[in-house]
């Protein structure tokens, strides 16, 4: 199972980006996905997870102003971030909960995608 995220980049205070994540292999099923970052310096931190019904949940601090998508038929995901803050600045991480063909149930985690909030 491959997690490739793509889509980050450099965007001004204010203004948003999407970030997209595409999984691939011989998958039976993916349960939860989600998206995590990362801060220099800092743990890495739960950002929105949505579940194979379509059920999100947001942390506080992007409530309101991100949202979790994805596609079950394309095994994609998707996560729109509007009114970008600096503090938003982080390596994009997705996650996806999979039952893979051949393999026990199991979490898996892409390579990351850098998102950087800066004027």
């Known amino acids: 199972v491959q997690l490739v995220e793509s889509g980050g980049g450099l965007v001004q205070p204010g203004g948003s980006l999407r970030v997209s994540c595409a999984a691939s292999?011989?998958?039976?099923?993916?349960?939860?996905m989600g998206w995590y970052r990362q801060a220099p310096g800092k743990q890495r931190e739960l950002v929105a997870t949505?579940?194979?019904?379509?059920?999100?949940k947001y942390a506080d601090s992007v409530k309101g102003r991100f949202t979790i998508s994805r596609d079950n038929a394309k095994k994609t995901m998707s996560l729109q971030m509007n009114s970008l803050k600096p503090e938003d600045t982080a390596v994009y991480y997705c996650?996806?909960?999979?039952?893979?063909?051949?393999?026990?149930?199991?979490?898996?985690w892409g390579q990351g995608t850098q998102v950087t909030v800066s004027s």
């Open positions: 996650n996806a909960n999979v039952w893979a063909v051949g393999e026990i149930r199991n979490d898996y």
């Open positions: 292999g011989s998958i039976y099923m993916i349960y939860t």
């Open positions: 949505i579940t194979s019904g379509g059920s999100t």
